[in-house]
C-alpha cells in the first residue's frame, strides 16, 4: 500500500521543520465533466482552457512564494472542480512548481481529490508512484437512483470498483457521502454506510444534501419536480452515521469529518486550527492570520490576469470581531473545542465573558458543555465544546455566540 513518502525534488532537514510554521497550500482545479444539481462551487464544464489554466496555476505559485517566507509547506491539497481530470503529467507539474518556490516538508500530505469514473486501475497505479498519497475520491452514494437523482457522473458499479483497485494501492483514502436525501430509508443510509465499512476505508466525510440557491436542485424543488430537504431525516441519518462510525473505530473529529486514529485530514484540520493557507487559482480562498483574500471566480479573467502578472485576488484585513467569530465557528466544528484561555489571550476579558455568558443557555441544554483538562505544560484550561447532541445544530449554536 501506498505511504508518505520522501520527495526527491526537496529535502528539508528536520531542524529546519521544526523551526518553521507548517502551513498548506490548496489548488483549485476548475473544471468538471458535468454539474451534480447541488453544487454552487466554480467550475466549468467545458475543458478548452484546461492547458492555459495550468500554466496560470504555475505562474501563481511563482508570482506568489513571498507570501511564505517563514513558513514551510506541510500539504498540498487539489480540489475543485474534480482536479483527477488533469493528466498524471499535469498534476507532477504543478507539485513539482511548488517544490521549486516553496519549503516543503519531507513527507508532506498531498491530496488529490477525484470521481470514480476517472480512476480506472491503469491511473490509479500511476497514481500511486506519484508524489500523491491522499486520494478523497467523491462517492455520495452507492445506489443508483441516488446518484442519477444527483447527476453524478459515476455509477455505483464504477464507485465500486475504483475503491477495490484504490485500496490495494493507497492506504489513506477518504470518501465523500451524502445524507438526508429526500426519501432515502434509513435502511439504505445503513447500506451505504456498510458497503464504505467493507471496503476498509479510514477516512469518511459526510454532508447533508444541502439546497444551495441558484442551484439546479433549487430550482427542481421550486418547480415541485424534486422532494424539498427532510431537516428530520437528516438528523436521523447523521445521528446513525455517528453511532455506527464510533463501532467502527472512527473518530468524529469534525462535525462532517471522521476518521481512524492516524487518518485526520491534515490539511482540513489546518483550516480549523487557523493555520495560515494559500488558495490557488479562480475562485480560491487565501488566510494569513488577520487578512484573507480571495481569487476571482472567472476562468478567463483569471488566466489573463496572471499572464499579465497581476493577481486578480480581493483581500480583507479581518477585525478582532471577525476573527473571534470565526474561531467560535471552527472551534465548536471539532472535538479540540474553543479554548477559553486563547480567547482570554487573544480577544481579551469582555469576549471571554461574553462566550461564558451566551454559551450558558446551550450548557443547560446539553448542547454545550465545558471540559477541563490538563495542557502539556500541567496547566489546567478550559474548552468549550459541542456534545453529540448538539453537533447536528453546531452552526446555528455557533451563530448565536457570535459577536454583533
Known amino acids: 500500500m501506498k505511504k508518505s513518502k520522501d520527495s526527491n525534488r526537496s529535502s528539508t532537514n528536520s531542524s529546519l521543520s521544526k523551526t518553521l510554521e507548517g502551513v498548506g497550500i490548496y489548488i483549485h482545479i476548475p473544471f468538471c465533466k458535468q454539474a451534480c444539481f447541488y453544487c454552487d462551487f466554480h467550475f466549468s464544464t467545458s475543458l478548452k482552457k484546461k492547458d492555459e489554466l495550468v500554466q496560470a496555476l504555475a505562474k501563481e505559485l511563482f508570482l506568489r512564494k513571498d507570501e511564505f517566507t517563514n513558513q514551510i509547506i506541510e500539504t498540498i491539497y487539489f480540489g475543485g472542480g474534480t482536479p483527477s481530470l488533469l493528466s498524471l503529467e499535469e498534476l507532477n507539474f504543478l507539485i513539482a512548481e511548488v517544490y521549486k518556490n516553496y519549503e516543503v516538508i519531507e513527507n508532506p500530505e ?104 441558484k442551484t439546479a436542485l433549487d430550482s427542481f424543488i421550486k418547480k415541485g419536480e424534486y422532494p424539498p430537504v427532510d431537516d428530520e431525516l437528516a438528523q436521523l441519518h447523521f445521528n446513525h452515521l455517528i453511532a455506527e462510525t464510533e463501532k467502527q473505530g472512527f473518530v468524529h473529529y469534525e462535525v462532517s469529518n471522521f476518521g481512524k486514529p492516524k487518518y485526520f485530514s491534515k490539511h482540513n484540520t489546518s483550516y480549523w486550527q487557523g493555520k495560515p493557507y494559500l488558495g490557488i487559482g479562480p475562485s480560491a480562498h487565501s488566510f494569513q492570520g488577520r487578512v484573507r483574500g480571495w481569487n476571482v471566480s472567472n476562468n478567463t479573467k483569471y488566466i489573463k490576469s496572471i499572464e499579465e502578472n497581476k493577481l486578480p485576488s480581493t483581500k480583507e484585513t479581518l477585525t478582532l470581531q471577525e476573527r473571534y467569530n470565526e474561531y467560535v465557528m471552527t472551534g465548536l466544528r471539532t472535538i479540540w473545542g474553543v479554548s477559553v484561555e486563547k480567547v482570554q489571550e487573544e480577544f481579551g476579558e469582555d469576549y471571554t465573558t461574553y462566550l461564558l455568558k451566551t454559551s450558558e443557555k446551550f450548557i443547560k441544554k446539553d448542547l454545550l458543555i465545558i471540559s477541563e483538562e490538563m495542557d502539556a505544560q500541567g496547566n489546567r484550561i478550559k474548552n468549550l465544546k459541542t456534545t453529540q447532541k448538539g453537533w447536528f445544530l453546531v452552526d446555528g449554536i455557533a451563530a448565536d455566540l457570535f459577536m454583533i
Open 110 to 213: 498531498i491530496t488529490l481529490e477525484a470521481n470514480p469514473d476517472d480512476l480506472n486501475k491503469n491511473q490509479i497505479v500511476e497514481l500511486s508512484k506519484s508524489p500523491v498519497n491522499r486520494l478523497s475520491i467523491g462517492i455520495q452514494s452507492f445506489f443508483e437512483d441516488d446518484l442519477k437523482s444527483m447527476n453524478r457522473a459515476h455509477s455505483s458499479e464504477e464507485a465500486k470498483n475504483c475503491l477495490s483497485f484504490a485500496t490495494q494501492y493507497f492506504d489513506n483514502i477518504t470518501i465523500d457521502l451524502i445524507y438526508g436525501i429526500p426519501n432515502m430509508s434509513l435502511e439504505k443510509w445503513n447500506e451505504n454506510l456498510k458497503t464504505a465499512f467493507g471496503f476498509g476505508i479510514n477516512h469518511i466525510s459526510s454532508y447533508a444534501l444541502t439546497v444551495e440557491p
